[in-house]
C-alpha cells in the first residue's frame, strides 16, 4: 500500500504536459479520487487528502502541495469524496479552481468559506460548461436513491466529463438502479470509466458504511456500457470496506472478453486515454 512520498516536480511535469485532441492522463489518488487532465483544464474529483487513524493509504499528495487545479468535483457529501477539511486549505491554494458538487450541499460547501461565486452545484440531468470542460450529472443511489421531496435533489450523483475530445463517467459512490443505464447510454460514446466495486452488506450497513456495486455489479454494467477503457475504484483505502480489484477483472475477461479493457490503477501512476 502507499505510504506517501511522492515526486511532486514528477507528477507536475505529467499533468503540465502538452495534450492533443483526443488525449486525456488520469492520476489515481486512492479510493474514488483521481487526477485527470483534459487538455489544459486540471481536474481533481473526489480525493480524500486528510489523514486519518483508519486510513490504509497515507494521502497521495499532502492538500497544502495540492496547486494548479482548475476544477474540483465531488460526488457526494461523505468525507473520502468532499474531504471539506481539504476543500477550506484548495479554496486558498487554488484560487481560480471552481467547485463542482450535489446542489442539495450549497450550505456546508459555503460554510468551507468558498464563494458562491466559484460553485458549480449540480442536479440529475443538469449539464453545465465549466471552462473548457462540461459536466453532466446523474443521480446516484448510494445504497438507496435518496431525493429531497422538497428540491428534487439528489444528495449523491454521478457525473459524465466531457472535455479537450475525451470522455469520462466518473460513478462516485452507487449501486445500480432502473434507468441508470439508459441516462448512461443517452451519453455515450464514453472513453472512460471509473466504478466502485466495494459493494454492500448487512454488517457493513448495520454500522452506517453505506454500499456500492459488487464488483460483479460492476463488471455487467461495464459490459452493457461499453466504454472504451474501465478502471476499479473504491477498494483500497478502509481495511473493513474493500474488495480485490484482480477479480472484478478477472470476472470482466472471463464473461464480456476483450470488449472492454481493463486497468486496475497503481497510486500516483498516469493512466493514459488515446495516446
Same mark, same amino acid.
Given at each position: 500500500?502507499? /505510504?506517501?512520498?511522492?515526486?511532486?516536480?514528477?507528477?507536475?511535469? *505529467?499533468?503540465? +504536459?502538452?495534450?492533443?485532441?483526443?488525449?486525456?492522463?488520469?492520476?489515481?489518488?486512492?479510493?474514488?479520487?483521481? $487526477?485527470?487532465?483534459?487538455?489544459?483544464?486540471?481536474?481533481?474529483? #473526489? *480525493? @480524500?487528502?486528510?489523514?486519518?487513524?483508519?486510513?490504509?493509504?497515507?494521502?497521495?499528495?499532502?492538500?497544502? =502541495?495540492?496547486?494548479?487545479?482548475?476544477?474540483?468535483?465531488?460526488?457526494? %457529501?461523505?468525507?473520502?469524496?468532499?474531504?471539506?477539511?481539504?476543500?477550506?486549505?484548495?479554496?486558498?491554494?487554488?484560487?481560480?479552481?471552481?467547485?463542482?458538487?450535489?446542489?442539495?450541499?450549497?450550505?456546508?460547501?459555503?460554510?468551507?468559506?468558498?464563494?458562491?461565486?466559484?460553485?458549480?452545484?449540480?442536479?440529475?440531468?443538469?449539464?453545465?460548461?465549466?471552462?473548457?470542460?462540461?459536466?453532466?450529472?446523474?443521480?446516484?443511489?448510494?445504497?438507496?436513491?435518496?431525493?429531497?421531496?422538497?428540491?428534487?435533489?439528489?444528495?449523491?450523483?454521478?457525473?459524465?466529463?466531457?472535455?479537450?475530445?475525451?470522455?469520462? *463517467?466518473?460513478?462516485?459512490?452507487?449501486?445500480? @438502479? &432502473?434507468?441508470? $443505464?439508459?441516462?448512461? =447510454?443517452?451519453?455515450?460514446?464514453? #472513453?472512460? +470509466?471509473?466504478?466502485?466495486?466495494?459493494?454492500?452488506?448487512?454488517?457493513?450497513?448495520?454500522?452506517?458504511?453505506?454500499?456500492?456495486?459488487?464488483?460483479?455489479?460492476?463488471?455487467?454494467?461495464?459490459? =452493457?456500457?461499453?466504454?472504451?477503457?474501465?478502471?476499479?475504484?473504491?477498494?483500497?483505502?478502509?481495511? %473493513? /470496506?474493500? =474488495?480485490?480489484?484482480?477479480?472484478?477483472?478477472? *470476472?470482466? &475477461?472471463?464473461?464480456?472478453?476483450?470488449?472492454?479493457?481493463?486497468?486496475?490503477?497503481?497510486?500516483?501512476?498516469?493512466?493514459?486515454?488515446?495516446?
Amino acid at each position: 500500500m502507499w /505510504n506517501g512520498g511522492i515526486d511532486m516536480d514528477r507528477l507536475a511535469a *505529467y499533468s503540465h +504536459a502538452s495534450l492533443a485532441h483526443g488525449q486525456a492522463k488520469l492520476w489515481w489518488l486512492g479510493q474514488m479520487g483521481f $487526477l485527470i487532465k483534459l487538455g489544459g483544464t486540471t481536474i481533481v474529483i #473526489d *480525493y @480524500y487528502a486528510t489523514p486519518a487513524e483508519d486510513r490504509q493509504v497515507a494521502p497521495i499528495i499532502p492538500a497544502a =502541495e495540492l496547486k494548479g487545479v482548475d476544477l474540483f468535483i465531488g460526488t457526494h %457529501d461523505h468525507l473520502d469524496h468532499i474531504d471539506h477539511e481539504s476543500w477550506r486549505i484548495w479554496k486558498d491554494t487554488c484560487p481560480d479552481a471552481m467547485f463542482v458538487f450535489p446542489a442539495s450541499h450549497i450550505g456546508v460547501v459555503h460554510s468551507d468559506g468558498i464563494d458562491f461565486m466559484r460553485m458549480v452545484p449540480m442536479a440529475d440531468g443538469l449539464t453545465r460548461q465549466v471552462g473548457e470542460v462540461t459536466v453532466t450529472a446523474i443521480a446516484a443511489a448510494h445504497e438507496f436513491l435518496d431525493r429531497n421531496p422538497v428540491t428534487g435533489y439528489h444528495p449523491a450523483l454521478q457525473y459524465i466529463i466531457r472535455g479537450n475530445g475525451v470522455t469520462i *463517467y466518473h460513478a462516485g459512490d452507487t449501486c445500480r @438502479y &432502473e434507468g441508470m $443505464l439508459g441516462k448512461l =447510454e443517452a451519453l455515450k460514446p464514453i #472513453d472512460c +470509466a471509473i466504478l466502485p466495486i466495494n459493494g454492500r452488506d448487512a454488517k457493513r450497513l448495520r454500522r452506517n458504511c453505506i454500499g456500492n456495486m459488487t464488483y460483479q455489479e460492476s463488471v455487467d454494467l461495464a459490459g =452493457e456500457l461499453g466504454p472504451r477503457l474501465v478502471i476499479p475504484g473504491h477498494w483500497d483505502m478502509f481495511r %473493513d /470496506n474493500s =474488495e480485490d480489484p484482480h477479480a472484478f477483472k478477472d *470476472y470482466l &475477461e472471463v464473461k464480456y472478453g476483450d470488449r472492454v479493457p481493463c486497468v486496475i490503477p497503481v497510486h500516483a501512476q498516469p493512466i493514459c486515454i488515446g495516446l
